[in-house]
């Protein structure tokens, strides 16, 4: 696989894409399927390129806190868990390259109220769902499926017995066995994921799918890792003409200059960051930061918005599977009340165990384990991300609010009960042991959120910061064509871009978002 192009001089492209993360790889290569536009990524971390640590799904849990990872902690949460971090991927590829690899289209009904309620013209199912089947080679029936995309969605072979009788026991439980991404919304159903990975075990990342085919054989593509974005540069007309950048030699800078457009893709937690730190957000906020306003937009950093996850955990009386294509291999989607289009309230089964929060906090674990992870789905808890300093350096103040919204708490709550109906059910009478965490003595609504708030963790599904929306919405910060309002030459796309987060693992959403983008560019 040949590396990326060297830096080159002079430092001006058609194009400067911010972050070659899950849709900024996606922008950059689609552009430069033209050979007469020039494109420059700016990636902060290192190439994936070669690298088995990102390119083996299933060494994804390693990712955590490791040097590929920002891993940004939380602000102290009144009603969560202080002590979570947010990983957020700094590699080729972002979270693409550092996630599970869950593929999921958007619900319909997501994507509708996006472009109909929501004001985001264009951004129904009816205009997003053909990109969706372009991205990907599906090996899933359907008709409505890519089958020649570049990324490659497959789905789960059923191999862990563990998890096939899981299966039944959410059958036992009226939860019946329903097949994911076959453009229906499943309200209430469980299968075998799908996931964007290759039959070999390489994750089929926006970076794998999109760069690496072309890296070294387009001269008119420039990928440069390793750089950190600083600021961008707006001239005395509010147009964006480039990006300042922090040096290898991490004490100088360098600038590369956009003639066209520059395009963020930094992902919900740096994209609103970056835009801060270039005086685009919150005045009173960037004042208090020593930041010069040059576009008062109240909505960068607001409505973060993410899927909280609890987990229960059991030891297996079998031995579990040892070999999996990314150890978590089954979805559970329920509704909590009736009357429903979508699900509010989501599982995904590990055949390992995640005592990432709840050994600290005492709970006993095991090598050999299974757990449900139960997540909200569509959480109305709201938070923030603001700059600590106007220093580029510093990790932003990431403050999800978890669960001060009650309806959260609710949901939350019914999924622990509902995981132990399911759990309890005759096919997991050979694989449910003992009740490691919360244990069978956590039952009231109180003690059951007791252990939430002191264990949970995130889907690692941040969106919203950067939201788009009605052109005259003052406090949606993108109109419908991802354009940074007040300001000519910039957009952003990335899950940051989301006026809410659909019901799903949204990373291949993001992919379609970083194929809508190039497609509004390239009309523009």
């Not at 390119?55 to 602000?75: C, H, I, K, N």
């Not at 205009?127 to 497959?154: K, Q, W």
């Not at 150890?327 to 509704?335: P, S, V």
């Amino acid at each position: 696989m040949p590396e990326e192009s060297p830096l080159s001089d002079p430092a001006e492209f058609d194009y400067v894409v911010v972050g070659g993360g899950t849709a900024g790889a996606v922008v950059a290569a689609r552009l430069t399927e033209d050979p007469d536009v020039s494109v420059c990524v700016l990636e902060a971390g290192p190439s994936d390129v070669g690298d088995d640590n990102i390119l083996q799904l299933t060494r994804w849990m390693a990712l955590l806190e490791s040097g590929y990872d920002w891993d940004y902690p939380v602000e102290p949460q009144e009603n969560g868990n202080s002590f979570m971090r947010h990983a957020r991927a700094k590699v080729l590829g972002g979270c693409s390259s550092h996630n599970s690899c869950i593929a999921f289209w958007a619900p319909a009904e997501d994507l509708d109220e996006w472009s109909g309620k929501l004001g985001c013209t264009g951004w129904s199912a009816a205009d997003c769902f053909p990109l969706y089947r372009l991205l990907e080679t599906n090996d899933a029936p359907g008709d409505h499926h890519g089958r020649s995309g570049p990324v490659n969605i497959m789905t789960v072979p059923p191999e862990d017995p563990c998890g096939a009788a899981l299966l039944e026991a959410c059958a036992a439980s009226g939860i019946p066995t329903t097949p994911f991404n076959t453009g229906k919304t499943v309200v209430r159903g469980a299968h075998w994921f799908q996931i964007n990975s290759r039959t070999d075990g390489t994750r089929s990342s926006a970076s794998v799918s999109y760069l690496h085919p072309v890296l070294g054989k387009r001269p008119n593509l420039e990928v440069r890792t390793g750089l950190q974005a600083k600021r961008l540069l707006l001239d005395d007309n509010r147009h964006c003409t480039g990006v300042e950048y922090l040096l290898p030699d991490t004490v100088h800078s360098g600038t590369v200059r956009a003639r066209r457009e520059v395009i963020v893709s930094c992902g919900a937690i740096d994209s609103p960051k970056l835009l801060m730190l270039s005086g685009i957000g919150p005045a009173g906020h960037l004042r208090e930061c020593g930041v010069e306003v040059r576009v008062d937009s109240p909505g960068v950093g607001s409505h973060l918005q993410d899927h909280p996850e609890g987990v229960i955990m059991w030891a297996a009386k079998q031995p579990m599977v040892t070999k999996s294509t990314q150890w978590w291999e089954i979805g559970i989607f329920a509704d909590t009340e009736p009357g429903l289009d979508r699900p509010d309230l989501m599982f995904h089964y590990g055949s390992v165990p995640f005592d990432l929060n709840t050994y600290r906090r005492g709970y006993p674990t095991t090598d050999n384990a299974f757990c449900l992870t139960p997540n909200v789905t569509r959480a109305r808890s709201m938070g923030t991300v603001r700059l600590r300093s106007r220093d580029f350096r510093d990790k932003p103040k990431v403050d999800p609010r978890y669960f001060t919204h009650e309806h959260d708490i609710r949901v939350m709550t019914y999924g622990l009960r509902l995981a132990r109906e399911i759990a309890a059910q005759a096919p997991m009478a050979d694989w449910a042991g003992a009740e490691l965490a919360p244990g069978p003595d956590a039952t009231t609504d109180d003690e059951l959120f007791s252990y939430i708030r002191q264990t949970h963790n995130t889907v690692y599904h941040p969106a919203g910061t950067v939201r788009m929306g009605d052109p005259g919405d003052l406090d949606s910060p993108l109109d419908p064509e991802l354009r940074v309002k007040g300001v000519s030459g910039l957009r952003v796309a990335d899950a940051s871009i989301m006026p809410f987060l659909p019901a799903v693992n949204p990373c291949i959403t993001t992919m379609m978002i970083g194929e809508k983008c190039s497609d509004m560019i390239k009309r523009s």
